[in-house]
């Protein structure tokens, strides 16, 4: 094995490595989202990355798939509603939240999703939470309800107007449903696994943008449109949905969200300083909340 090959495989081995740099694409997701208005439409946007996708893994990737099949075959059901739930209703919501708020709304309230990752370790396997975990819970959900209402108390009655925020918030609990899925998957290579997820993502979109397109609303890329969707395909489809279903291989969903955090941390940098949006004093104190939130929460899980 050569120097290159050797480094290459330790660094697929190494899971912080893998959900850092998964955490650096989903920031940029949080951008392209944004760029995408105009540009390209939301649906369009889904089923174009994932049939990038598809196309560079039937490439590169044909023969661990066809290895992983009968591994696979017998759960082709669970493998197409996994990636419909992560990979095609998660992007839909998401990019059409993005048409109605801001790109530090969308990374802060996404950053909501390890609470909803430990409730459904709980519901769905009694993993035992302590009081202090509800306590970063109830901060993490105070620290989104700040960004809802933009600071002001007295817009609580207002929150039914912040269609987009809401919609962060449902397309993360899709992706945690997702990520509760990954403790359980069928048991193949990585590789194998993630091509049969990204054609289940393709198939489930066709019929958004075929919805789209009877409804008038396709908005075929233009050249940033394009950039959006080459980036969308290569980095947040292809290489950070690899990374992170080979981290939480690794080292289980519970302690591969924790490093989630720096999605929101990141993407409100992202969006201040490339959509030169304005961070405000609300947007600090509701990223400190939902990072302090979660962090307490997550470290509290893993004590014995």
């Not at 023969?63 to 696979?72: H, M, Q, S, T």
């Not at 990204?198 to 958004?208: E, K, Q």
């Not at 992202?270 to 509701?286: I, K």
Request: glycine share 8%; charged share 10%.
């Amino acid at each position: 094995m050569s120097f290159f090959q050797t480094i290459l495989r330790r660094s697929y081995d190494n899971p912080w490595l893998l959900i850092t740099l998964t955490c650096v694409f989903w920031a940029g997701n949080i951008v392209a989202a944004r760029l995408a208005i105009g540009e390209i439409s939301p649906m369009l946007l889904v089923c174009g990355r994932w049939a990038i996708a598809s196309l560079i893994l039937l490439a590169v990737a044909r023969r661990p798939f066809v290895e992983a099949w009968p591994a696979l075959a017998p759960h082709w059901l669970r493998i197409f509603l996994m990636g419909c739930c992560g990979f095609t209703l998660f992007h839909a919501v998401y990019y059409v939240s993005a048409y109605f708020t801001t790109g530090v709304n969308l990374s802060i309230i996404q950053g909501v999703s390890p609470v909803f990752v430990l409730i459904g370790a709980w519901v769905l396997w009694r993993t035992k939470v302590r009081a202090v975990q509800v306590a970063g819970c109830a901060l993490t959900i105070a620290g989104v309800i700040i960004v809802a209402i933009h600071g002001d108390v007295f817009a609580l009655h207002d929150l039914s107007f912040r269609i987009g925020d809401l919609g962060v918030l449902v397309a993360s609990m899709i992706y945690s449903g997702y990520t509760l899925s990954l403790r359980n998957r069928p048991k193949a290579s990585s590789l194998g696994f993630f091509v049969a997820m990204a054609f289940a993502g393709l198939l489930s979109s066709l019929p958004l943008v075929a919805l789209e397109g009877l409804a008038g609303r396709i908005v075929w890329p233009t050249h940033i449109g394009w950039m959006v969707l080459f980036y969308t395909a290569i980095f947040p489809s292809l290489l950070a949905q690899l990374f992170f279903i080979r981290a939480v291989e690794i080292i289980g969903p519970g302690r591969a969200t924790i490093f989630y955090n720096m999605t929101p941390v990141l993407g409100a940098v992202f969006a201040a300083v490339l959509l030169h949006e304005p961070f405000e004093p609300y947007h600090a104190l509701a990223l400190a909340l939902v990072i302090g939130g979660v962090t307490i929460a997550e470290r509290q899980g893993r004590r014995p």
